[in-house]
């Protein structure tokens, strides 16, 4: 004897169902530098201290130190609003960029169930839309290596674009579950499926920071295509005792596009160089940036 029976658990959309849309930003950034005063004088630090309670970490136990002291939020506040340069001429547009990413999926799953064993199958299809746009220091020949769109922006300051990847993809992830009662005490189980992992916002952010006094660099990459994995899990349970379990497993994952870090070169503006010589000066950055690799993962239990 044996049943089959069949759920299509996704939602049914009215007006106000839509794809989830995720995002994440950062729409502007300046770097933090002293203005023309004396701020490095101790004799224009403030003057203004607090002091921890004398308990304070007496609970971790040792020997801890005590009367610490520290600036208040004022002191340091006054400090920061008198010494400190965040003007707009301390863009830092290397910082900025903005992942947008719609997500899509529906699936399907047979349930079995027959004398001593019971399964399930199933599909899960998704579809992902992705757009990401950050700035970059562009080439004589265009933004290096990643494929995308450079626009000029009068935002920016000279040699910096605006830069736009757009990418989509869609995967059908199958996947399938045995359970065997061999005994009353003793089950096996074996499970089949495929899974997607997609890359994380901050890996995605395609803005590079770039050292220019040793030419190096890091930063994301907007190429980075998703994680699949093809796995493959089988387990022996024995249930000697009402509590008592004794089980042995083996499981292998077959990943496609993991995510590793990666060098490479590129060409970009190098900009004291530029500024010094009264024209653009481009060389060779050694930039670290995620990328995609193939692997394996066996292990048993």
């Known amino acids: 004897m044996s049943s089959i029976s069949t759920t299509a658990p996704w939602p049914r959309c009215s007006s106000a169902c839509a794809?989830?849309?995720?995002?994440?930003?950062?729409?502007?950034a300046f770097a933090q530098g002293p203005n023309s005063g004396d701020w490095s004088n101790p004799?224009?630090?403030?003057?203004?201290?607090?002091?921890?309670?004398?308990?304070?970490?007496?609970?971790?136990g040792g020997?801890?130190?005590?009367?610490?002291?520290?600036?208040?939020?004022?002191?340091?506040?006054?400090?920061?609003?008198?010494?400190?340069?965040?003007?707009?001429?301390?863009l830092y547009p290397n910082d900025i960029y903005k992942v947008n990413e719609k997500d899509g999926a529906i699936y399907l799953q047979a349930n079995f169930i027959g004398d001593r064993?019971?399964?399930?199958?199933?599909?899960?299809?998704?579809h992902?839309?992705?757009?990401?746009?950050?700035?970059?220091?562009?080439?004589?020949?265009?933004?290096?290596?990643d494929g995308s769109d450079p626009r000029p922006s009068a935002f920016f300051p000279s040699g910096y674009y605006w830069n736009t990847n757009d990418a989509s993809y869609s995967k059908a992830l199958p996947s399938a579950n045995l359970k065997f009662s061999l005994t009353d005490q003793v089950l096996a189980r074996v499970a089949v499926s495929q899974t997607l992992t997609r890359p994380d916002y901050s890996a995605l952010a395609g803005t590079v920071s770039l050292d220019d006094?040793?030419?190096?660099?890091?930063?994301?990459?907007?190429?980075?295509?998703?994680?699949?994995?093809?796995?493959?899990?089988?387990?022996l349970e024995w249930y000697f005792?009402?509590?008592?379990?004794?089980?042995?497993?083996?499981?292998?994952?077959?990943?496609?596009?993991?995510?590793?870090?990666s060098s490479e070169s590129r060409l970009y503006k190098d900009m004291p160089a530029s500024t010094a010589a009264g024209h653009d000066v481009y060389a060779a950055y050694q930039v670290n940036i995620p990328s995609n690799v193939d692997g394996k993962v066996r292990a048993w239990s």
């Open 213 to 235: 006094t040793g030419h190096t660099g890091s930063g994301g990459n907007p190429n980075l295509k998703p994680l699949i994995s093809t796995n493959f899990d089988a387990d």
């Open 117 to 126: 064993w019971s399964g399930n199958v199933g599909v899960r299809y998704v």
């Open 63 to 90: 020997s801890f130190p005590s009367n610490i002291w520290y600036y208040s939020q004022a002191d340091l506040a006054a400090y920061d609003s008198k010494y400190a340069n965040r003007g707009p001429e301390r």
């Open 43 to 60: 004799a224009n630090f403030p003057v203004g201290f607090s002091h921890y309670p004398g308990d304070f970490g007496s609970s971790l």
């Open 128 to 145: 992902t839309k992705q757009a990401v746009n950050y700035t970059r220091q562009s080439s004589p020949a265009g933004v290096q290596g």
């Open 19 to 28: 794809t989830p849309t995720r995002r994440r930003q950062k729409p502007y």
């Open 241 to 261: 005792a009402p509590r008592g379990l004794l089980s042995a497993g083996v499981y292998q994952m077959s990943l496609q596009n993991y995510v590793t870090f």
